[in-house]
């Protein structure tokens, strides 16, 4: 278990804000950037109005012969839901279990050989980078058809999702418990297990839970390319033109991931819950020793819960269909795809595709920023006081949510054909209502003095949010949009896998036709536009929080 480093207390816990000059020139930067970008995004797309209106002619033609939706084995779907709950469970037990070790040696006060650290971010940053279905292109290659490999795609990408994140609670810890438990002889690994881990528990079981939520959304389209679930109906259905039984089955996702994530946030609220327990008692019971710890219902809650993830996770292993003389040659496989890769090959046509991948992404942050920005306003009560809107609003976001942006980009082929303009659209959908959810709980959590200072001297709607609302909620803006933005990047590299442009389409040919050469130049230049955007994020938040 990697160590972690002791150092003294902070001597100011106030953060110390930008200059008023770097701030304003950041605030304004991010929003130009992105517009320039998009600008050159729609001419790349092809985005013309007439094209944007003939297509929702296309859409409502296909909608009718989707309407109404066929559920005709509801016994072969469930098994296949079922696939792709244990696929999600097994990939997020395995990441978890790998995420922390790596997170305690890429955080800052790890203190052994700085090699260490250097491989352990390496690792988060490279499986983050990465999306779960090009994850599952390659272990497909490698371990062949089926949930094993979606499994291992969902585990691959997830470490980096929570590596990043273990890494941030490990960090912002106070460092006084530390230095009481070394002040008394104990190891370096006994101070992290009473300490840092015992302490982060509850953090770390949340974000594993949130984690679990958008894995089940994941493994739900890793059949697309043949890593199981019930991807595999749907991707049938498309293709023999069963547009009602592929209707069916959408429906069917949907239900299933809303009742999961209702499961998954009452989960999290107990967790939460038990994170704001601060006493002994409250966490553990009375006893009449008080050296001895003692039973209460939220102990009892906390263990069972425990014993019953640790039971799900070892049944989802079970679930994978693991074919043992299967995995002698998958051995072998991996390392002929891994000589394979070098040098790798970055054509013009990599640098293309990984070109389109970028501007569909930040064109549809940016469309979809302004529709987001106008349904959270709408959507925020303190702003428009008509409860029935903001209550039907947040609903159909929540609905919209529920379905992948690979199956909105299914339906956009299917409708206006092949290309970037079908994904561009998936994606704007997309990042309009991951866009108005983030923005409207931003919105949620402004100071009201200022709005109500305002009205009382008889401002307008517009002055109040001009004057009242805006300067507070610039910040949030720009931050949530990169954010947006990093998530979109990512899926739009596996939306060319059913034909909706970007640099899928070329990652999947390339693996198809053993051209590995291609298909580590296809990672490399993704990654590292993964890696620039993130660094440009980092730096508009140091200047703008």
């Known amino acids: 278990m990697p160590a972690i480093q002791t150092r003294p207390p902070s001597t100011s816990s106030t953060p110390v804000p930008p200059p008023r000059q ?10 130009l950037g992105y517009l320039v970008v998009s600008l050159f995004g729609m001419w790349w797309i092809d985005a013309r109005p007439d094209a944007v209106l003939a297509g929702f002619e296309d859409i409502a033609a296909l909608l009718q012969r989707m309407v109404p939706p066929v559920v005709d ?51 988060i940053v490279l499986s983050r980078a990465v999306p779960t ?21 969902v585990a691959a990408h997830s470490i980096g999702m929570i590596g990043k994140l273990m890494t941030d609670v490990f960090e912002e810890q106070d460092p006084v418990a530390n230095d009481a438990v070394a ?9 992290f297990l009473a300490t840092t881990l015992s302490r982060a528990l509850p953090a770390v079981s949340s974000l594993v839970l949130y984690r679990l ?28 033109l069963n547009y009602q039984r592929a209707l069916g089955i959408i429906v069917f996702i949907v239900v299933l991931l809303l009742i999961l994530e209702l499961i998954a946030y009452l989960v999290q609220r107990a967790v939460a819950e ?79 595709g990984v070109l389109e991948s970028f501007l569909m992404a930040i064109t549809a942050t940016t469309v979809g920023g302004v529709f987001g920005l106008v349904l959270a306003i709408l959507s925020t009560r303190h702003l428009i006081r008509f409860e029935p809107l903001s209550l039907a609003i947040r609903g159909a976001l929540v609905l919209v949510r529920g379905v992948p942006d690979i199956i909105f980009a299914l339906l956009f082929v299917a409708a206006l054909g092949l290309g970037p303009f079908a994904g561009f659209l998936a994606l704007t959908i997309s990042c309009t209502v991951l866009s108005a959810k983030l923005f409207a709980d931003s ?34 803006f720009i931050s949530n949009g990169m954010l947006t933005s990093d998530l979109a990047l990512r899926e739009s590299a596996v939306l060319g896998i059913v034909g909706a442009g970007g640099v899928g389409f070329i990652l999947e040919e390339s693996v198809a036709t053993l051209d590995y050469q291609t298909t580590a130049g296809v990672l490399v230049s993704f990654v590292a536009i993964v890696v620039l955007l993130e660094a440009i994020a980092r730096w508009a938040r140091r200047r703008i929080l």
């Open 443 to 476: 919105l949620e959590k402004v100071d009201p003095a200022p709005i109500r200072a305002l009205q009382a001297t008889g401002a307008g709607r517009i002055q109040v949010f001009v004057s009242g609302v805006w300067p507070q909620f610039v910040p949030s």
């Open 22 to 31: 770097r701030r304003v020139i950041a605030t304004w930067a991010v929003p």
């Open 133 to 153: 279905l090009l994850f599952a292109i390659i272990f497909v290659r490698i371990f062949g058809l089926g949930p094993l490999a979606g499994a291992l795609a």
């Open 213 to 240: 939520d958008i894995n089940i959304r994941a493994s739900a389209v890793l059949g697309l390319v043949g890593a199981g679930g019930i991807g595999v109906a749907l991707q049938t259905a498309i293709g023999s």
């Open 274 to 352: 038990h994170a704001e327990e601060n006493s002994a008692v409250a966490l553990y019971g009375k006893r009449e020793d008080p050296r001895v710890l003692g039973w209460n219902v939220s102990r009892g809650f906390r263990v069972g819960g425990a014993v019953a993830a640790a039971g799900a996770f070892m049944f989802s292993l079970t679930q994978l269909q693991i074919d043992f003389a299967r995995m002698g040659r998958s051995v072998d496989i991996a390392l002929s795809m891994l000589a394979g890769f070098f040098p790798p090959n970055i054509s013009a046509e990599v640098l293309i």
């Open 183 to 191: 002040a008394v002889g104990a190891s370096r690994t006994q101070i």
């Open 73 to 123: 084995d509801p016994g072969s779907l469930l098994e296949l839901t079922l696939e792709t709950l244990w696929i999600a469970i097994a990939g997020t037990g395995l990441a978890t279990i790998v995420s922390l070790p790596l997170a305690a040696a890429a955080s800052n006060r790890y203190s052994g050989p700085r090699a260490v650290q250097w491989v352990a971010r390496a690792i």
